[in-house]
């Protein structure tokens, strides 16, 4: 998914004669912190909230605030992660999309942003999470793969994450599966750290079977 294939049409944009209170009733019309500034169908910049509520008369206009307008854009025909880094490094609540000089496409919001990395990531499908713990070096999808599949289950979503406290790798499973717990003792087995995992487990689905049947017994 490329930045301007989620452009939110309903974002407006303003100008350098429109005074500051304005540009603040439409951060609050439109519940976020960040609009872009644009001039001539270029983007100018960024303007913030905060920049905005540190001016003490709220009419005066957006040009003589012009100098302190942040840069950051993102590109048009980029994989919308090149926004998803901006938004999340820069705190902002929308980022601004360019095309060739500086021309101004439109405006992604952060919660659009949110929702394609879900698509991504697969949150809305069934299954189970598992999320191992290693050195980089001993990182192998094939081995990973293989014995996930020796479960009769199949990785559908597979992210890496190097945690600078710790210094080693985590990789984060999304399996077709619900019930994790055998390919948690696969991986165990082969002496894979299992760090976390999520899932319906089979041993609770038996504990919940053996529970129903003792109270059918007893209702009798």
């Given at each position: 998914?490329?930045?301007?294939?989620?452009?939110?049409?309903?974002?407006?944009?303003?100008?350098l004669n429109?005074?500051?209170?304005?540009?603040?009733d439409?951060?609050?019309?439109?519940?976020?912190?960040h609009?872009?500034?644009?001039?001539?169908d270029?983007?100018?910049?960024?303007?913030?909230?905060?920049?905005?509520?540190?001016?003490?008369d709220d009419?005066i206009?957006?040009?003589?605030?012009?100098?302190?307008f942040?840069?950051?854009?993102?590109?048009?025909?980029?994989?919308?992660y090149?926004?998803?880094?901006?938004?999340?490094?820069?705190?902002?609540?929308?980022?601004?999309?360019i095309?060739?000089?500086?021309?101004?496409?439109?405006?992604?919001?952060?919660?659009d942003?949110?929702?394609?990395?879900?698509?991504?990531?697969?949150?809305?499908?069934?299954?189970g999470?598992?999320?191992?713990?290693?050195e980089?070096?001993s990182?192998?999808?094939?081995?990973i793969?293989?014995?996930?599949?020796?479960?009769?289950?199949q990785?559908i979503?597979?992210?890496?994450?190097?945690?600078a406290?710790?210094?080693?790798?985590?990789?984060?499973?999304?399996?077709?599966?619900?019930?994790?717990?055998?390919?948690?003792?696969?991986?165990?087995?082969?002496e894979?750290?299992?760090?976390y995992?999520f899932?319906?487990?089979?041993?609770?689905?038996?504990?919940?079977?053996?529970?129903?049947?003792?109270?059918?017994?007893?209702?009798?």
């Amino acid at each position: 998914m490329l930045n301007k294939e989620i452009i939110s049409a309903a974002i407006p944009s303003l100008h350098l004669n429109d005074p500051v209170a304005q540009a603040l009733d439409l951060m609050a019309d439109f519940h976020v912190t960040h609009l872009p500034v644009v001039v001539e169908d270029k983007l100018a910049g960024l303007v913030s909230e905060d920049d905005l509520l540190n001016v003490e008369d709220d009419s005066i206009l957006l040009s003589q605030l012009q100098a302190g307008f942040s840069h950051i854009a993102a590109h048009a025909d980029a994989f919308f992660y090149e926004a998803v880094q901006l938004v999340n490094e820069n705190g902002l609540t929308l980022i601004p999309v360019i095309a060739g000089e500086a021309e101004y496409t439109g405006s992604i919001i952060a919660t659009d942003l949110l929702k394609q990395l879900g698509r991504v990531a697969g949150v809305n499908e069934p299954g189970g999470i598992i999320v191992l713990e290693m050195e980089k070096v001993s990182f192998a999808f094939a081995e990973i793969s293989k014995l996930v599949e020796t479960n009769d289950a199949q990785i559908i979503q597979l992210n890496t994450f190097a945690d600078a406290a710790s210094g080693n790798f985590l990789v984060t499973l999304r399996i077709n599966k619900a019930e994790v717990s055998d390919v948690v003792a696969t991986f165990q087995r082969y002496e894979y750290q299992v760090k976390y995992y999520f899932g319906e487990e089979l041993y609770e689905n038996e504990l919940r079977s053996n529970y129903d049947h003792l109270m059918n017994y007893l209702n009798i």
